[in-house]
């Protein structure tokens, strides 16, 4: 079956450890996406890829950094300089843009703990 | 600027109607989504309307929109226990690249 994983489902780390998040895709999606969901808040933009070796900030980039080495695997690292990590992270990845409506696809999330 | 607002929360009754709204601010946005939202999970597609449409219908679900007054809404017809969910619309910027802007959220809480 077609999807997107993140693993893991939860995650605690110490206050001034960097951790890194899993989002993995076998839709052969071009685009991916890391979003920040806060309690009774929409979904904020962190980093989005849009190839292969290319990735742009999104609207709350400060404290995370990214990578895309491969088409599948958009890996998202929290580093000890995000003031408050704790949140809800949703990976999501879509086709080639400007082809049809460009559904979004998501996966089922990680909460990140920080203790 | 980009600002998507929607009601925090909405109470129905099993087999009763329900109506989410959504307004949002960009008049270029090119589609329109909700998404649904179960507890502890991704987001789920539920439908998207193209911006030069004015009704979509899909099953028990009819979305709505009002491009003058950037009004969006979503019915969901015989409401069920397992729609109780939180409901998120999207606009869809004209970036050049797929950006989506999301609502807080409704909560629907549906109650037999």
């Known amino acids: 079956d077609g999807g997107i994983t993140q693993s893991p489902k939860y995650l605690f780390r110490k206050e001034g450890q960097n951790v890194t998040l899993s989002c993995e895709q076998n839709?052969?999606?071009?685009?991916m996406y890391w979003y920040r969901q806060d309690p009774g808040q929409g979904l904020r933009l962190i980093y989005y890829?849009?190839?292969?070796?290319?990735?742009q900030k999104g609207d709350i980039a400060e404290g995370y950094s990214v990578s895309r080495e491969k088409k599948e695997s958009f890996p998202l690292t929290v580093t000890s300089a995000q003031k408050n990590p704790t949140a809800f992270y949703l990976c999501?990845?879509?086709?080639?843009?400007?082809?049809?409506?460009?559904?979004?696809?998501f996966g089922p999330g990680t909460r990140l703990t920080v203790l | 600027g980009e600002d998507v607002e929607q009601s925090l929360f909405l109470s129905v009754r099993e087999g009763d109607s329900s109506v989410i709204n959504c307004t949002y601010t960009d008049s270029s946005s090119t589609y329109l989504y909700w998404y649904k939202q179960e507890p502890g999970a991704g987001l789920q597609l539920l439908t998207y309307?193209?911006?030069?449409?004015d009704m979509k219908q899909d099953q028990r679900l009819t979305v709505l929109l009002n491009k003058k007054d950037k009004h969006l809404s979503l019915r969901i017809a015989d409401t069920q226990t397992g729609d109780s969910a939180i409901y998120f619309c999207?606009?869809?910027?004209?970036?050049?690249?797929?950006?989506?802007?999301f609502g807080t959220g409704t909560r629907l809480l549906v109650s037999p």
């Open positions: 999501a990845s879509s086709g080639v843009m400007g082809v049809g409506e460009n559904e979004q696809f």
């Open positions: 839709l052969n999606h071009d685009a």
């Open positions: 890829s849009q190839i292969v070796n290319d990735f």
């Open positions: 309307i193209f911006s030069n449409m």
């Open positions: 999207a606009e869809s910027l004209n970036t050049g690249f797929q950006k989506l802007v």
